[in-house]
Nanobody
Framework: VQLQASGGGLVQAGGSLRLSCAGS????????VGWYRQALGEQRELVGS???????NYADSVKGRFTISRDNARNTVYLQMNSLKPEDTAVYYC???????????????WGQGTEVTVSS
């Protein structure tokens, strides 16, 4: 299993970025997918998730600004980030997992993340 997040970079506050998550072997199309982020010195947090059927959930801190979508034909999941804030600065990771009682649970595999820096 390989997961690779990409699309990070440096952006000014108020700007937008779109992250992509590519997976091998159909790992994304066959599972729920979650986006996590980890800021320096902070714990990793779940940004949002998307079920196989396309239902999404988001952390309160990103609701209304971030959107997760998926293209199963391309085995790719996206995280569109708008109205970015300096506090969104972190390394972002994508994971494959399952929904258990409505809550996203990742498999125990973490691919390489992509760094997002939002300047004020």
């Amino acid at each position: 299993v390989q997961l690779q997040a990409s699309g990070g970079g440096l952006v000014q506050a108020g700007g937008s970025l779109r992250l992509s998550c590519a997976g091998s072997g159909g790992v994304l199309s066959g599972n729920a997918v979650g986006w996590y982020r980890q800021a320096l010195g902070e714990q990793r947090e779940l940004v949002g998730s998307i079920t196989r059927g396309g239902r999404t959930n988001y952390a309160d801190s990103v609701k209304g600004r971030f959107t997760i979508s998926r293209d199963n034909a391309r085995n790719t999941v996206y995280l569109q980030m708008n109205s970015l804030k300096p506090e969104d600065t972190a390394v972002y990771y994508c994971t494959a997992g399952v929904m258990i009682l409505g809550a996203y649970q990742p498999y125990d595999y973490w691919g390489q993340g992509t760094e997002v820096t939002v300047s004020s």
